[in-house]
């Protein structure tokens, strides 16, 4: 009796293929590209080169536009340190603690805002939305030169606070929309970078806007000209940034579906319009997400107290214009801090925690410079403030792994909400900190800021010990599994991010460091 043959090994792969290409059809894709995710998944690995064509068209298509909205956006809200000391505090009859109100209320408005603005952008274009706001914001700055009291100038900061509040949490989703998770950490870092450039073009602007002699008391120029800049790009932001791969202009057909194969292994999908209750409980309930908000929040603690930076630069002794000069260094430390932090994470795998917690040093030393050093000692305690440059570093890092870190639509925007909520709070803790009573030297908000960045340095290195814990979990699990096992796990986990399944329940899904 003649022995069975094996099939061969050809018609084994067209079988996986065909029975891929079913489970793929048969599946439930929520995913905002449809009939574009389902070609992709069907089509297999995307080429190399097709796959470069793609990325330097959204890279040349959209990273501009995120950089330098983030720019304006760093400028336009810390207008109010600009103008600190142009005259806005007597012109608007500020007194005792409105300084500190009126920089802590931005973040009030930006609370009260942010889960609704996270709800619409999950359910609306996300390009278009963030363009009204970017228009809206820039009126208001325009609408803060009529201000004459502290009444007036916090509800302009309140409402400021309100546009604004979306425009972070966008930036995560548009970069887990177009990028894989190896490029979003270098495009995040790019972007959040911007976030120095905005300070030292501010800081370039407040000094030339310094030298107008109008009719205008001079901190007025400041609102009107950053809102007049903030408006007009505000309409090219909509005109130009497409809200999703599947409607975007400049890519043909052929090559929406590689932008979307592009981010298979992400496995977060598109975008999902469709709200999952059981998500919300996931996001409120996951300790990663937890943690991650709690470094928002001890991160923000510090960023609130820089609100406070021009002032305590003028404390040390120097003229308004000569502090606006002194504030240069601290903007070219942020961005060269940013751009080295984003270069080391695409560059050396797994650290990126690492990587915000030694970003923390130099803030830690800058504090205690700044409050242990004799008064006489300007330069010293300056140096001190100039060393505070890297902490954005952490969020950038955060901003990250939101996108890279969070799958499922409703989870992720939960998340989003409760890292920015959290952000919220520590921005308006951190100016209280700062009280008139300590001026010129505010050691009370010196020390809130000190003790942020040591916290921010522990709890980054608790989420990693999370992330591995569950990272070497799931590898364990896979133990004992065939080759064609694991890649059909694989087939089904890049599916079900198109289904809009969790990071959670997706057992191939790999938390980044």
């Known amino acids: 009796m003649a022995s069975e043959e094996k099939p061969p090994s050809h018609d084994v792969d067209k079988s996986t293929s ?33 796959s470069r064509k793609v990325r330097r068209k959204i890279d040349y298509r959209i990273l501009p536009f995120m950089c330098i909205t983030y720019a304006l956006q760093f400028i ?38 942010e889960y609704p603005g996270i709800a619409i952008l999950q359910r609306f274009p996300v390009a278009k939305f963030l363009g009204v706001n970017i228009v809206l914001w820039g009126a208001i700055l325009m609408v803060t030169a009529t201000c004459s009291s502290f009444s007036g100038l916090a509800t302009a900061r309140f409402i400021l606070g309100m546009v604004e509040a979306t425009i972070s949490p966008g930036f ?12 979003q950490a270098g ?53 130009f940034v497409p809200d999703s791969p599947t409607s975007v202009k400049w890519l043909g057909e052929d090559e929406k579906v590689v932008a979307i194969q592009r981010v298979i292994e992400n496995k977060t999908g598109t ?7 059981d998500q919300v409980m996931e996001a409120v309930t996951d300790p990663k997400v937890i943690v991650l908000g709690l470094i928002s929040f001890v991160n923000a603690i510090a960023s609130g107290g820089l609100a406070f930076g021009s002032l305590i630069i003028q404390g ?57 050093l004799h008064e006489s000692n300007k330069w010293g305690r300056l140096v001190g403030v ?48 700062f009280k008139s009573t300590e001026a010129p030297a505010y050691r009370s908000g010196i020390v809130a800021m000190l003790c942020g960045f040591v916290l921010n340095l522990i709890l980054n290195q608790v989420l990693r010990f999370l992330y591995v814990l569950e990272n070497r979990k799931r590898d364990k699990d896979l133990e004992g599994k065939s080759e064609d096992e694991i890649a059909e796990m694989k087939r089904t986990g890049d599916l079900q991010g198109f289904e809009d399944i969790t990071d959670k329940n997706n057992a191939t899904f790999r938390y980044a460091l």
């Open 18 to 50: 065909v029975a891929h290409e079913v489970k793929v059809a048969e599946a439930d894709i929520k995913d905002e590209a449809g009939a574009f995710a389902v070609r992709a998944l069907m089509s297999g690995a995307v080429d190399d080169e097709a």
């Open 386 to 433: 100039w060393l505070l440059g890297s902490y954005p570093v952490g969020f950038m890092i955060i901003l990250g792994l939101l996108s890279t870190n969070i799958a499922g639509s409703t989870k992720r925007s939960v998340a989003s909400g409760w890292v920015f909520v959290c952000y919220c709070v520590g921005q308006i803790a951190g100016p209280q900190f």
């Open 187 to 239: 495009r995040s870092a790019l972007w959040i970078s911007f976030l120095g450039v905005g300070s030292f073009v501010g800081v370039l602007l407040a000094y030339g806007i310094g030298h107008i002699q109008g009719s205008l008391s001079t901190w007025k120029y400041i609102y009107l000209i950053l809102g007049s800049v903030t408006i007009a790009w505000g309409i090219a932001f909509a005109l």
């Open 316 to 372: 040390f002794g120097f003229t308004p214009l000569q502090t606006t000069l002194m504030n240069l260094p601290l903007s070219i430390v942020q961005v060269i801090a940013q751009l080295g932090g984003g270069f080391l994470t695409t560059r050396i795998s797994s650290s990126r925690l690492h990587v915000a917690s030694v970003a923390m040093i130099p803030p830690i030393v800058g504090t205690v410079l700044i409050n242990q």
């Open 172 to 183: 995560v989703a548009i970069t887990g929309i177009w990028w894989t998770r190896q490029e």
């Open 76 to 113: 336009d809200k810390t207008s109010l340190g600009y103008s600190s000391i142009y005259g806005i505090i007597p012109d608007n009859k500020l007194q005792g603690q409105d300084y500190s109100w009126a920089s802590s209320i931005f973040y009030f408005g930006y609370l009260l805002a």
């Open 271 to 277: 975008k999902s319009r469709h709200f999952v209750k």
